[in-house]
């Protein structure tokens, strides 16, 4: 598994930006499948974006065209560009890391997660 730590979260009012940021330890990150997953209060936590190794991407309709997943893998770092942001985007955003194995990916590693609230 690999270690991920998240940041960047907080509060902003609707229609404003954040950029969370997911710190990942080893050298697996190259090569593993990275996602932003979210969770709000009473809800199952749902797929917000998903980038490949080879840099696919991939967007819950809710957040296509304003929120962008990147990553930067010299530093070990994924992404999201979070613009536009709804009241509805309440919720505690998670990194998660689909590690290679020799079986499939293993989507077990992930963050402890960051509050982003938004203010109407």
């Known amino acids: 598994q690999v270690q991920l730590v998240e940041s960047g979260g907080g509060l902003v009012q609707a229609g404003g930006s954040l950029r969370l940021s997911c710190a990942a330890s080893?050298?697996?990150?190259?090569?593993?499948?990275m996602g932003w997953y979210r969770q709000a209060p009473g809800k199952q936590r749902e797929l917000v974006a998903g980038?490949?190794?080879?840099?696919?991407?991939n967007y819950a309709d809710s957040v296509k065209g304003r929120f962008t997943i990147s990553r930067d893998n010299a530093k070990n770092t994924l992404y999201l560009q979070m613009n536009s942001l709804k009241p509805e985007d309440t919720a505690v955003y998670y990194c998660?890391?689909?590690?290679?194995?020799?079986?499939?990916?293993?989507?077990?590693?992930w963050g402890q997660g960051t509050q982003v609230t938004v203010s109407s």
């Open positions: 998660n890391a689909g590690v290679p194995t020799p079986v499939g990916l293993d989507f077990g590693s």
């Open positions: 980038i490949t190794s080879g840099g696919s991407t």
């Open positions: 080893g050298s697996i990150f190259s090569s593993s499948t």
